[in-house]
C-alpha cells in the first residue's frame, strides 16, 4: 500500500478538516499510497473520500489515537485551539510522539502557545500554512510556510512533498505563520496598488490593458499583476480565493501587529478595501476584487 | 556608416540630455552605425560622446535644424517645457517633419500640451519614458513606454530597438507617461508592502530573508521582491534608480491624479516614505531605502 518514499513510522495518517483545499490533499496522499484516516463532524465530507480510499476512523478519538501524523486544515485560531487544546481534544488522545501538522491559516502568536502546550504533552506541532489554492492543492503544487523543530519538519518532509512543490521551513513555531502574514500583507498592498494603477489610467482615458502589458516585463511586474491584474481586466471574479478568506488573514495580520506594537499603515488599507468589497456582497468573490475597493468611497 | 536596419530618411539623429540614462543610448546609436548629432550646455557631457563616433553640433538652434529625429532625455517637466516651446526653442527650429522622442519621465497631461503644440508647428512628439535603470541603459534592454501617433512610433521603432528591448505602444501622447506613474507608483507600494512585511516579521523574531525565500515563489512574487528586496537584507543602497528621483516622479503621479480629481493614498504613503527617506539624507542612495521608511516614526 505505501510508497517507498514515506517511511512506515509515519503511517497511518489522519486529516481533519476536509474542505476544499482538505479533500484534493488527502486524495494527493492516497494517490502516493499513504493511508490516510478521516473523521469529520459532517459524516458526508469523510465519505467522499472513503470512496477515494480513506478509512473513517469511529470516533475523533480513535482517529486521534491510532495515527503518527494528524493534518488539520480548518478555518481560524479558535478551531485549532478548541481541537488542540479543549478537553477531549487533540492533546487529550494523543499518543506520545504523534506530530501535528496544521495547514490552516491562523494567527502566529497564538501558534507559539498551541506549539508549547503541545510540546509540553509529548506532541510535535508544525505550522504549515499554504498558497496556491484550489488549483495548487489540487495539483499538488502549494507553497508550505513551515514553523517548528527543524528534525520534526525532517520527519514530515516526505509527506508534505506530496502536498506541495515548493517546502521552505521559515523557522521555529509560528514562523510559518508569520510568512503566511507577510505573504497576505503583499498581495493585498500589491492589489491595491495595481487598483490604483488601473484607476490612474482609467482616469487619463487611458486603457489600463495596455498599461499592464508595457509593465509585465519590467521593475513593476509580479505575479499579482501578471494573474490577479489579468482577472480585473476580465471582470474574473470566480474563486480562487474569496474575499471574505482574505479578510480573516488580514485580521490576522492586524492582530499580530498590534500585539507586537508596531503600526503597518498597509494592513489598515487593505482591510478597508476588502470591508468595502464585502460590504458590497462581495465576500464570495476572489478577493482580487479588493482592487476595485481601493479608492475609497466619495 | 549606417546600419541596414535603420531607414537613411531617419538619419542623422539628434540626441540633447546626456546624462547616465542619455549618454549610453547615443553610445548604442552610434554602435548600430546612426550617426548622432550631439549638443550640450555642459560642453564636456558632449565632447565624451563625439570621442565615440558623435558629431558636435555648432550650435542648439543648427542642432535641432539639421536632425530628421530628436530624442531629449532631461530631468523635468519643466526642462522639455522649456527646450520644446521657449522662443528659440525646438519649435522655433525645427523642420517641418520633425519627430521628438521624449525619454524624460515627465507629467503626462502636460505632455498632451506640449505634443499638441508641437502638431500645431508640424513636429511629431513621442513620449518614451523608460524603466530598466543605467544597467538596461548600457545593454540597451529598457522597457519603452510610448504615447502617440501609432504611425510616427512605427517610423521610430528602428531607431528605438536599438535603445530598448521591449517596446509598447500604451496610446495616445501622454500615455506612456500613465504607464510610466503607474509603474513608479507600483513599484513604490510594493517596496512599502515588502517593507512593512520585514517589520512584521523582525518584530516576530522571524528571519525576514527566511520569509523572502518562502514567497519568492508563490503570488506574492515580484520583480521588485526579487531585486529590491534582496538589496534591503544586504543593505545594499547603491543606486540604481536614487530616491530623489522617485520622489519627483511621485510628484508628479500626485499632481496627475490630483489634476484627474482621484484620490489614491498609496501615493502619499509612498510619499511619505521617501520624505522621510530624503530627510535621513539618503537622496542619492537607491529608492529600495524607502521601504526602511514606511513605518511611520513614533
Chains 1, 2 share one sequence.
Not at 478538516?17 to 478521516?38: D, F, K
Not at 463532524?41 to 491510532?66: N, P, Y
Not at 491595491?192 to 484607476?199: F, L, P, Q, T, W
Not at 471574505?244 to 488599507?269: E, P, S, Y
Amino acid at each position: 500500500m505505501n510508497d517507498h518514499t514515506v517511511p512506515n513510522d509515519l503511517c497511518p495518517v489522519g486529516f481533519i478538516g476536509l474542505g476544499i483545499m482538505g479533500a484534493p490533499m488527502v486524495r494527493n496522499l492516497l494517490h502516493a499510497g499513504v493511508p490516510v484516516r478521516v473523521w469529520a463532524r459532517r459524516l458526508e465530507q469523510a465519505e467522499k473520500l472513503v470512496a477515494d480510499g480513506a478509512t473513517l476512523a469511529a470516533s475523533f478519538a480513535e482517529l486521534v489515537g491510532t495515527v503518527k501524523v494528524l493534518f488539520l486544515n480548518v478555518s481560524d485560531t479558535p478551531d485549532v485551539e478548541s481541537l488542540m487544546l479543549d478537553d477531549g481534544g487533540i492533546l487529550s488522545h494523543a499518543r506520545a510522539g504523534l506530530i501535528v501538522v496544521d495547514h490552516s491559516t491562523i494567527d502566529p502568536l497564538r501558534t507559539r502557545v498551541i506549539a508549547e502546550r503541545a510540546r509540553e504533552a509529548g506532541v510535535a506541532f508544525v505550522d504549515a500554512p499554504v498558497s496556491g489554492g484550489e488549483r495548487g492543492a489540487i495539483d499538488a503544487t502549494l507553497t508550505l510556510m513551515l514553523g517548528g523543530d527543524e528534525a520534526d519538519i525532517e520527519r514530515v518532509r516526505p509527506l508534505l512533498a506530496l502536498i506541495g512543490s515548493t517546502l521552505t521551513r521559515v523557522g521555529d513555531s509560528g514562523a510559518g505563520q508569520i510568512a503566511k502574514a507577510c505573504n497576505q500583507l503583499i498581495i493585498g498592498e500589491t492589489l491595491v496598488a495595481i487598483g490604483e494603477a488601473y484607476g490612474l489610467a482609467q482616469a487619463a482615458g487611458v486603457d489600463p490593458a495596455r498599461v499592464r502589458e508595457a509593465l509585465l516585463g519590467g521593475f513593476a511586474g509580479s505575479k499579482v499583476l501578471e494573474m490577479h491584474g489579468k482577472r480585473l481586466l476580465e471582470d474574473n471574479f470566480v474563486p480562487g480565493f474569496m474575499a471574505h478568506l482574505h479578510a480573516k488573514d488580514m485580521g490576522i495580520v492586524a492582530d499580530t501587529a498590534a500585539h507586537l506594537g508596531i503600526n503597518l499603515t498597509g494592513v489598515d488599507r487593505v482591510r478597508a478595501a476588502l470591508s468595502r468589497a464585502l460590504e458590497h456582497g462581495h465576500a464570495y468573490d476572489d478577493s482580487t476584487i479588493l482592487a476595485r475597493y481601493c479608492v475609497p468611497d466619495r
